[in-house]
C-alpha cells in the first residue's frame, strides 16, 4: 500500500488516538507537507486522515496558475478516503512550516470536514512538532451539516 497514499495502522485504540497511534498520524502529516505542491504561495501543508477502521489516508496542497482551482491538503486526504469508501473519520492531523504557529484549516476545509460529523479531533502542529488538539465543533461551532436539510 505504500506510495498510494493509504497506510496501514497498527489496531486503534477507542476515541482519540494515543502513543503509536498518535505518533503515525503526525509523521504522515509532515510527510504529506514534503510532497507539496505550492509553487505560488511557497505554504506547504500536509494532512493525515484517520479512519474510524484505523487507516490512514495524506494529502497536501496542490496549487494551480489559476489560483482558485487549488486544494487544500485536508480536503485532498478526505477526497481519497472518500474516493476508497471510507466516509467515518477519527482524527486529522494538519503540518505546516509556520514556525511559532499552529496551523488551522481554511473556512472551506472546515466546513468539507463538517460534511462528515463534528465528533472527531483536529490535531494543530507547529513547526517543530508540538501540538494541539481541537474537536471540529470547536473549529466550526453553530456549523451547517446534511441534517439540517432534512429540517426544511
Same mark, same amino acid.
Given at each position: 500500500?505504500?506510495?498510494?497514499?493509504?497506510?496501514?495502522?497498527? $489496531?486503534?485504540? +477507542?476515541? =482519540?488516538?494515543?502513543?503509536?497511534?498518535?505518533?503515525?498520524?503526525? *509523521? *504522515?502529516?509532515?510527510?504529506?507537507?514534503?510532497?507539496?505542491?505550492? +509553487?505560488?504561495?511557497?505554504? $506547504?501543508?500536509?494532512?493525515?486522515?484517520?479512519?474510524?477502521?484505523? %487507516?490512514?489516508?495524506?494529502?497536501?496542497?496542490? %496549487?494551480?496558475?489559476?489560483?482558485?482551482?487549488?486544494?487544500?491538503?485536508? *480536503?485532498?486526504? &478526505?477526497?481519497?478516503? &472518500?474516493?476508497?469508501?471510507?466516509?467515518?473519520? =477519527?482524527?486529522?492531523?494538519?503540518?505546516?512550516?509556520?514556525?511559532?504557529?499552529? &496551523?488551522?484549516?481554511?473556512?472551506?476545509?472546515?466546513?468539507?470536514? =463538517? %460534511?462528515?460529523?463534528?465528533?472527531?479531533? #483536529?490535531?494543530?502542529?507547529?513547526?517543530?512538532?508540538?501540538?494541539? #488538539?481541537? =474537536?471540529?465543533?470547536?473549529?466550526?461551532?453553530?456549523?451547517?451539516? $446534511? %441534517?439540517?436539510?432534512?429540517?426544511?
Amino acid at each position: 500500500m505504500e506510495g498510494d497514499g493509504q497506510h496501514p495502522v497498527p $489496531p486503534a485504540l +477507542p476515541g =482519540r488516538p494515543q502513543g503509536q497511534h498518535l505518533q503515525l498520524l503526525l *509523521r *504522515r502529516s509532515r510527510e504529506a507537507k514534503n510532497c507539496a505542491y505550492c +509553487p505560488y504561495s511557497r505554504f $506547504p501543508v500536509g494532512a493525515a486522515l484517520l479512519t474510524a477502521g484505523g %487507516e490512514i489516508f495524506s494529502g497536501c496542497n496542490v %496549487e494551480n496558475a489559476c489560483y482558485s482551482l487549488g486544494v487544500c491538503a485536508e *480536503r485532498t486526504a &478526505i477526497q481519497k478516503a &472518500i474516493s476508497e469508501g471510507h466516509t467515518s473519520f =477519527r482524527a486529522m492531523a494538519i503540518a505546516s512550516d509556520m514556525g511559532d504557529h499552529f &496551523i488551522t484549516p481554511c473556512g472551506a476545509c472546515r466546513q468539507v470536514m =463538517r %460534511e462528515f460529523g463534528t465528533d472527531w479531533d #483536529v490535531y494543530l502542529t507547529k513547526a517543530d512538532g508540538t501540538y494541539i #488538539v481541537k =474537536r471540529l465543533e470547536e473549529l466550526l461551532p453553530l456549523s451547517f451539516g $446534511p %441534517e439540517d436539510l432534512k429540517k426544511a
